[in-house]
């Protein structure tokens, strides 16, 4: 099966289209591989690292940059189970990760000492889901 573990063209514009200056939510489910793929060439290529090693090196390696943009980690939760989706459906990791402006974000992902980062997710992640948000005032019913 292949994942999704990074964003195509298409999905990247439709984020960048979007109002730049507002507040930006990022609910990421996150599914690891048994073993990390690093690529050819790669310092880690053939260790035996987990994918939850090599999404631990992502974390301390992006944590940094995700600090220095104003990001931050505002909730996060120990999956369970799917009560509406696919069949078999399972995440490793569940958070929402808040960035001042959507700005914020992109000057994450373009960070230099990020995109040494990224190698370590992309080789830990076997599927994933990143869904931009906007905040929205919050109650005691749906809707």
């Known amino acids: 099966m292949t994942g999704h573990i990074d964003p195509t063209r298409a999905q990247f514009d439709a984020f960048k289209a979007l109002d730049r200056d507002e507040p930006c939510e990022m609910l990421n489910l996150v599914r690891l591989r048994d073993i990390a793929q690093y690529p050819q060439g790669h310092e880690q290529a053939g260790s035996p690292l987990t994918g939850a090693e090599a999404y631990r090196l992502y974390g301390q390696h992006s944590g940094p940059v995700l600090a220095r943009v104003g990001g931050a980690i505002v909730w996060r939760g120990?999956?369970?189970?799917?009560?509406?989706?696919?069949?078999?459906?399972?995440?490793?990791?569940?958070?929402?990760?808040?960035?001042?402006t959507a700005h914020a974000f992109l000057a994450m992902v373009t960070d230099p000492d990020y995109q040494r980062a990224v190698v370590h997710r992309q080789a830990a992640v076997q599927d994933s889901r990143l869904i931009r948000c906007a905040p929205a005032a919050t109650g005691e019913v749906f809707g």
């Open 78 to 100: 120990e999956y369970r189970t799917t009560l509406a989706g696919p069949e078999g459906d399972h995440w490793d990791h569940v958070f929402v990760a808040r960035y001042p």
